[in-house]
């Protein structure tokens, strides 16, 4: 069976470009509280298969360039009721990652990139199939249901804050995007988008934008 109640706590952590720097698989009711992960490549903090993982109070960095989105802050893959909750996120390209994970509570979390380019999602599901996930009271980027690796359904997003124009981005500045294959999401009481910027609300069939001027 998995590894229970394990925790790490109060340290500091330099991943110096590695993955995985903090690493705990096939472990239930453990956490991550009150550490830093700096310099991180991919994923500063990752469970794998566990049930009431925790990740609060902590920060992780990366280099803040220009770089592929496999630059993950916090993955949490194939896990069911972890909770990411308080926790600030600098200069990662893709902050954080649910992957295939059921009951997923995203709270209160901060991120910044400032880095020139691309705009990737900030908390994007990843892989199938994300559900019954809560993401609420973030400050971020760009909320994003994915369908590349795999769809995602019964989701909620609830008083986030997405500005969805992160400093120094070019390309892929919006705030949510909820793409095909994606059912049943719930989209309530959030703000959305860059008053300077966003000047149409939806991109869609009927209304099919130029430019990534949609909230």
Known sequence: ?????GGV????????????AVSL????YCWVRNVAVTNIGRAGVFFWWG???????????????????????????????????????FGVTSPLLPE????????????????????????ETHLSHNFMDLYEGNS????????????ASQNTSFRNRANGNQPNKTNYRVAI????????????????????????????NNNVQGTDNYV
């Open 1 to 5: 069976g998995n590894i229970q109640y």
């Open 51 to 89: 049930m009431h993982d925790e990740l609060r109070d902590s920060y992780i960095s990366a280099s803040n360039t220009s770089g592929a989105p496999t630059e993950y802050g916090i993955e949490v893959l194939q896990c069911t009721f972890p909770k990411i909750e308080n926790n600030i996120l």
């Open 9 to 20: 706590e109060n340290m500091s952590v330099n991943a110096a470009l590695g993955n995985d």
């Open 25 to 28: 698989p096939f472990c239930d």
């Open 177 to 204: 995007k909820v793409n095909a294959q994606n059912h049943d999401e719930n989209i309530v009481a959030n703000v959305l988008g860059d008053p300077t910027f966003h000047t149409q609300y939806a991109c869609d």
């Open 140 to 151: 971020t980027g760009t909320l994003m249901y994915d369908n590349s690796w795999g769809s």
């Open 100 to 123: 295939g994970s059921y009951g997923l509570v995203a709270g209160y979390n901060y991120d910044l990139n400032t880095s020139s380019g691309n705009q990737f999602g900030s908390i």
